[in-house]
């Protein structure tokens, strides 16, 4: 009896770097798309918060700071990402103030990105059904 069929280590071994591919294109999405979502709601007048918005995976960071940045949020595994905004006034514009109504762009940027995320889900599984061949 051949043992052909016992390719759990080619799996196991595919797992973690198919994992970090999927996190760091699908908060690379999410940024995007929260960006685009910032200069859709007409919410660039200096363009710092848009500027600001960054994704931080376990391959690196797009984060710029500033002088009115909150600091960066780092994850703490390399199968977890952050998306993030910057801008120290960000969250009034995302949920508004007793004086300004809302106007989300964090929210809807990244329910755009659920079609990303289900993407890198796709490739993940191919990638480990083919490592399991």
């Given at each position: 009896m051949s043992n052909s069929f016992n390719n759990w280590s080619n799996i196991a071994?595919?797992?973690?770097?198919?994992?970090?591919?999927?996190?760091?294109?699908t908060a690379q999405a999410g940024a995007k798309h929260v960006q685009e979502q910032i200069t859709a709601n007409n919410q660039v007048i200096t363009g710092f918060m848009r500027?600001?918005?960054?994704?931080?995976?376990?391959?690196?960071?797009?984060?710029?700071?500033?002088?009115?940045?909150?600091?960066?949020?780092?994850?703490?595994?390399?199968?977890?990402?952050?998306?993030?905004?910057?801008?120290?006034?960000?969250?009034?514009?995302?949920?508004?103030?007793?004086h300004m109504p809302p106007k989300p762009f964090f929210s809807p940027g990244l329910d755009v990105t659920q079609s990303d995320f289900d993407t890198a889900l796709e490739t993940l599984a191919k990638r480990l059904e083919d490592a399991g061949k």
């Amino acid at each position: 009896m051949s043992n052909s069929f016992n390719n759990w280590s080619n799996i196991a071994n595919e797992l973690i770097p198919a994992c970090e591919e999927a996190v760091t294109t699908t908060a690379q999405a999410g940024a995007k798309h929260v960006q685009e979502q910032i200069t859709a709601n007409n919410q660039v007048i200096t363009g710092f918060m848009r500027d600001s918005v960054y994704a931080s995976t376990p391959q690196g960071s797009d984060y710029t700071g500033g002088d009115k940045a909150l600091p960066e949020e780092k994850p703490t595994s390399n199968t977890e990402a952050i998306v993030g905004v910057a801008a120290n006034y960000s969250v009034f514009n995302e949920m508004g103030t007793v004086h300004m109504p809302p106007k989300p762009f964090f929210s809807p940027g990244l329910d755009v990105t659920q079609s990303d995320f289900d993407t890198a889900l796709e490739t993940l599984a191919k990638r480990l059904e083919d490592a399991g061949k």
